[in-house]
């Protein structure tokens, strides 16, 4: 139920990118007379919830982190509830969660981050109904930035946690 | 952008009295404290006949190089020599008067030849010019292919001369090596001499490997892989055999291995739904101990050269600092305390000689820095290294040198990452001969 409401938001979203080109039909004015009829086409043309496509643009791949922190945000909690909606919908298919952080930080210890981020990611999810058995979990610590470079933007891009099927 | 650390040192006094001009003079070098000017030493290219005369050259090269990456010693220009060294009889006193008019107060000769048996023999004397007498000679015989190491340990010999310690020159690096674009690494571990020489790769680069160790021998290599991609874990290369391991059937990751001091064991860290603690499996019986519980982040564990405690990284208090503990878990006692209680302390390891911990320290929004402190609570802090970020310190076998990865951030993307190595009195810092961009080094004990 929750999910078709999804479904149906997104589609809405999505009708300024489909193909819903004005028809416009012009006759020839020497008699004088113009008449033109304008139709709009609106191909509701929903995403497979199951296609990567969705899981990007309406699921969400990815929660961020403060620093030093595993703590969900309001954000990153709205982007899990949609997740386990989904997972609930989708019951054959498992998750996988990558912990990730910046490269602020000791080898060692930010693979213990990274797993402590990932384990908060799954542990909301759980709390949310999803068998626990569903979610594995894995740390990269800072081996894996999403964006380079030395600067607050950047680091905060890469403490997060990502979300992909198994 | 970075605010620097001031640098403090602890600039004691000068010990290294040397070569007063008395005949007598104490031939002391000081390897801890304060700013030794370095001595002045002459190596002759060792003498041999033939195709041996090229091959004494060259261990008078890698001699050489050692003594002046110690930092203890600058070596004469040959063009300074007013002795022809080639003149130099294997039982003959040198011209001590004329190796003093060339600047040198110390000289080391060597002769190479080839054995009976196919082997080279390479003898060195190391000679005072100012009491005029020699103080060490030593014969090693090797095959050939192994004259690096003797020409090392020839410098190990004369290093330990000189200050009463043991060298460090006939070791190996193992270390992590970088390539590709930044954010898809190929990381692959390889093993080199301590000057870059003899360098190969251990694994192939299909898999993100991280944190070499050797284990005591030197025989084996303890290290993370992600070679089980849905569990990556601590494995064990035998060096001998090439072949691989994983560590024990955990129920969760487990990484920054560490070996015993006697070999026996592997301590790590096991990290379990979030909750990451430290375990020693012995390597004989496979059995597990937990020495550590609680729901915080405890890891970087490394033992005391005895065996009897182990410091390692908590953030119990909500920031990363070292604590100790004895070898069973009990007596966790935090040893890192920050003037301002800013900072944050990681990755300790204890030196070889028992005496210091090598630390990583973070202040917020400033450097990154290498320092060494007291096993006891709060003592004898000092920083000796910097960087945009530095981490994951090494220990020479003498405890007197430590290495640990760089990093400089450049314009926008760019990161040079290299390993470098700082010694004790924190002015002799080097930057270490490796194929590329390099990290998490670990440097062997002696080769034994």
Not at chain 2, 249 to 259: C, E, H, Q, S, Y
Request: contains cysteine; hydrophobic residues 40%.
């Amino acid at each position: 139920m929750r999910f078709k409401l999804i479904a149906a938001l997104a589609a809405g979203l999505l009708v300024a990118a489909c193909e819903s080109t004005p028809e416009v039909v012009e006759e020839d004015d020497s008699a004088g007379a113009v008449e033109v009829t304008e139709e709009v086409v609106v191909e509701v043309d929903p995403i497979d919830p199951r296609s990567e496509r969705y899981i990007e643009e309406v699921l969400g791949k990815r929660v961020f982190f403060a620093l030093d922190s595993s703590v969900l945000n309001a954000r990153s909690q709205s982007t899990i509830r949609r997740w386990a909606d989904w997972l609930s919908e989708f019951s054959d298919v498992n998750v996988i969660i990558e912990g990730h952080c910046d490269e602020r930080g000791t080898r060692e210890y930010n693979l213990a981050l990274g797993d402590r981020r990932a384990n908060a990611v799954k542990d909301h999810l759980v709390v949310l109904g999803i068998d626990p058995n569903r979610i594995t979990t894995i740390s990269y610590g800072k081996e894996r930035p999403l964006v380079l470079g030395h600067t607050e933007a950047a680091w905060g891009q890469n403490r997060r946690g990502d979300l992909t099927l198994s | 952008m970075i605010a620097r650390v001031t640098r403090f040192f602890l600039v004691g006094v000068v010990s290294a009295a040397l070569f007063t001009g008395r005949a007598d003079a104490q031939l002391d070098v000081g390897v801890t404290e304060g700013r030794a000017d370095p001595v002045p030493i002459a190596v002759t290219d060792f003498n041999g006949v033939g195709s041996l005369a090229d091959l004494g050259a060259d261990i008078a090269s890698v001699v050489k190089a050692d003594l002046e990456f110690s930092g203890l010693f600058r070596a004469i220009p040959p063009g300074a020599f007013l002795q022809d060294p080639a003149s130099l009889g294997e039982d003959a006193q040198p011209r001590f008067d004329l190796w003093r008019r060339s600047g040198a107060q110390a000289l080391v000769t060597g002769w190479v030849s080839t054995e009976s048996d196919g082997r080279i023999r390479v003898s060195f004397r190391l000679f005072d010019t100012l009491a005029e007498e020699g103080l060490v000679g030593f014969v090693f015989r090797g095959s050939e292919g192994i004259w690096r190491r003797i020409a090392h340990k020839v410098s190990d010999a004369v290093y330990h001369r000189f200050t009463g310690e043991g060298g460090y020159f006939d070791t190996r690096i193992v270390y992590v090596h970088e390539e590709g674009p930044q954010t898809a690494l190929t990381k692959r571990i390889a093993v080199m001499d301590y000057d870059g020489e003899n360098h190969r790769f251990l694994t192939s680069g299909d898999h993100t490997v991280l944190t070499p160790r050797f284990s005591p021998t030197i025989q084996k290599i303890a290290y993370f892989s992600y070679f089980n991609e849905t569990t990556p874990r601590v494995n064990l290369l035998d060096l001998a055999t090439g072949r691989r391991d994983v560590l024990g059937d955990f129920p969760g990751m487990t990484f920054a291995p560490r070996f015993s001091p006697d070999g026996s064991s592997v301590i790590m860290s096991l990290a379990i739904n979030g909750n990451t603690d430290i375990y020693v499996m012995n390597l004989e019986t496979r059995t597990i101990k937990q020495l550590t519980d609680g729901s915080y982040i405890e890891t970087s564990p490394s033992y005391s050269p005895d065996g009897s405690r182990i410091a390692f990284t908590s953030d119990r208090t909500g920031q990363t600092q070292i604590y100790v503990m004895n070898a069973d878990g009990s007596n966790q006692d935090r040893i890192s305390w920050d003037l301002d209680n800013r900072a944050s302390y990681s990755t300790p390891v204890w030196s070889p000689r028992g005496d210091l911990i090598a630390f990583t320290k973070h202040i917020p929004d400033s450097d990154w820095a290498i320092g060494v402190m007291s096993p006891e609570p709060g003592e004898g802090e000092r920083l000796l290294a910097f960087g945009d970020l530095v981490e994951g310190p090494t220990w020479s076998p003498n405890g007197r040198v430590i290495m640990f990865a760089h990093e400089t951030y450049g314009f926008g993307e760019d990161t040079e990452r290299v390993i470098k190595s700082i010694d004790l009195t924190g002015y002799v810092e080097r930057t270490i001969r490796t194929q590329g961009a390099a990290t998490d080094p670990a440097w062997s004990p002696l080769i034994p």
